[in-house]
């Protein structure tokens, strides 16, 4: 609560504001996908980003092949709103007090149902044909994964997680 103050006559009267926050919900999510190889995903990625209100979207040493402007994938030209930063190490760039989760099929790997999403993330992918660095993965908080009977492609998976992130918020907020 802060304080606001009007004035009658000439006298200035303190008088009580709530302030409430003008944000759906607190925090934000980023998307990180580290080596990507096709365009396609990474459009689809993008596309997820746009929709599901990620504030950034981090491509660590992607393919050179792919030029974000020009994803058939990604009809709505998310980098136009949506910040698209290519790096050499996705920590570079990850904002600070930023809790970083890797999205990986791994034996110690959370189950994304059971999953408390952080207030402040930013999820981590790996290429279509591979995994998460072993080197990432250490520095990850969390590594979640998408119970499953097979491996899914890179944009799905950005898309699942990303809507349970958001369908989570939304019952936490009725709560």
Not at 23 to 47: E, M, S, T
Not at 56 to 66: A, N, R, Y
Not at 86 to 110: G, K, Q, R, S, W
Not at 147 to 170: C, E, F, Q, W
């Amino acid at each position: 609560m802060t304080y606001g103050y009007t004035q009658r006559s000439k006298r200035i009267i303190p008088r009580k504001v709530d302030r409430k926050s003008t944000l759906a919900q607190r925090g934000f999510a980023c998307i990180a996908l580290d080596r990507p190889k096709g365009g396609v995903n990474v459009g689809h990625a993008l596309r997820a980003a746009l929709g599901f209100s990620a504030r950034m979207v981090i491509l660590g040493e992607k393919d050179q092949s792919i030029n974000v402007r020009k994803l058939s994938t990604d009809p709505g030209r998310a980098y136009r709103h949506v910040p698209v930063l290519e790096v050499a190490d996705i920590f570079d760039v990850m904002p600070n007090d930023c809790v970083p989760v890797a999205v990986e099929l791994t034996d110690d790997a959370v189950d994304l149902a059971t999953f408390d999403h952080p207030e402040r993330a930013c999820y981590i992918f790996g290429p279509e044909n591979g995994s998460v660095s072993p080197e990432i993965l250490k520095k990850c908080r969390h590594i979640v994964k998408i119970p499953t009977t097979m491996s899914l492609n890179l944009g799905m998976t950005v898309n699942i997680v990303m809507y349970d992130r958001l369908a989570k918020a939304t019952r936490n907020r009725k709560s």
